[in-house]
């Protein structure tokens, strides 16, 4: 039978298929990472074979790039040709055969998937807090269509509502730099940690793909207005991308328990 469950956007929702049983079964139980491998899947659904594909980074992305190669390997896609948004999904995409390229080369991309480690209901996300927010909106900028593929726990009321909105800084001065941008939130109750690779405060410090450290700003309150927030950020000397995703995904497929939700801006 075919279960589903309200939608979380209020927006097109899709059930997922258990086998014929009866009595009806018990509500299906599943992990975190078996909702984000639904999502994955159906982003995929998306991919048709010639496209310039932006490969997103994370946990939940990781199972798009291997059902990416799967496909592949089936004769189901053709003619794919990927560009990463990591070192470490350059190196799972090699490892299964999916062929590669760059911005420099394929400037214009015909679809990314991502995760995302905040969605609001306006579809402006979070990322980042894996470390790769550059390279990802760098890409994800230049595609004709983004979709973003979470798990229920990912959407927020506002942005920063969950922990860090990551921004990515030059090594040089960067304790300069955390300091301005605690500064321009105190209205938020802003506190500002340079990211380490344990997250103590002695470990070792956390190095990006591009050789910067990320400063990691934790919000009390909603900082209100996103785009002056952005604004503000990136006319600070020293910093070099930020971690909020405004105005950028096309689509949100959500998966939850009992089903999974897609949102289209």
Sequence with gaps: MAISCPSIFGSEMLPIESGDMSPPPSPLILTQDELKKI???????FVQSGMVLGLGTGSTAKHAVDRI????HQGKLMNIIGIPTSKKT??????L????SDLDTHPIVDLAIDGADEVDSNLNLVKGRGGSLLREKMIESACKKFIVIVDESKL???????GA??????????KFTQDRLQSLFDYAGCVAKLRSNNGGEDGEIFVTDNGNYIVDLFFKKD????????????????VVEHGMFLDMATTVIVAGELGITIKNK
């Design 156 to 162: 927020v009321p506002h942005v920063g509502a969950s």
């Design 69 to 72: 190669a799967d496909l592949l």
């Design 39 to 45: 999502a994955a899947y159906k982003a995929v659904e």
């Design 165 to 174: 909105m990551p921004v990515e800084v030059v090594p040089f001065c960067w």
């Design 223 to 238: 900082v209100g207005d996103l785009k002056i927030a952005s604004d503000a950020i990136l006319r600070l000397a020293g």
């Design 97 to 100: 055969g999916i062929p590669l």
């Design 90 to 95: 350059h190196q799972q995409a090699v490892s």
